[in-house]
């Protein structure tokens, strides 16, 4: 097996929709754990209906890194956008919005604008460990965050947008972000 793994030599994968009942419901773990032995595989698609559900079956162990990573590399779009039903879906699993976006968005390498826009979040502090290529952070309609100083560290940001509805706490660190050279904007 090993043998047949390290000859095959592709870079992408497409994973049908159907898998589970293709490989059978206690085969997937094992048929994950192959796929990631796979030394050049760069992307993944089909299967997965969204990047939190790979997450989510990859905190339940069933899928490994690697394959979290695949799949996200295919993922060529420059805006991630957190909506309410991923968060539901996160606080489901009993999972935080901090651990997803510090293991997800360095895995997305084309993401450089993030958007926590009309979400219920409470916290920033993911985006200190976010990579330096996020340029742009969208908090408008976020009146649970209750601490925005975690902008302060982000190291390649370039815009925050923010709204009336944003918690106040955002204004104790709106001269210091525009010191930093950062762009503090409201949709309009």
Known sequence: MKETLTADHRETLTIPGNLNSLVGEANVREFFE??????NLKSITGY?????????????????????????????????????????????????????????????PEVTDVWVSKTKITTLDWCAALPERIR??????CPNIQDCTPLLKMKG????????????????VKEQLRGKGVTCKMPG
């Open 136 to 141: 742009r952070v969208d908090i408008d309609y």
């Open 48 to 108: 997965f209906t969204s990047i939190h559900h790979c997450y989510l079956q990859h905190k339940e162990g069933i899928v490994p890194r690697k394959v979290l990573g695949a799949f996200c590399a295919g993922r060529p779009r420059t805006t991630y956008k957190l909506n309410a039903d991923i968060c539901d879906k996160l606080q489901l699993a009993e999972l935080s919005v901090s651990d997803y976006f510090t293991t997800v968005i360095p895995l997305l």
């Open 34 to 39: 192959t796929i990631a032995a796979l030394p």
């Open 157 to 172: 940001l370039k815009q925050v947008w923010f709204n009336s509805k944003t918690n106040s706490s955002f204004n104790a």
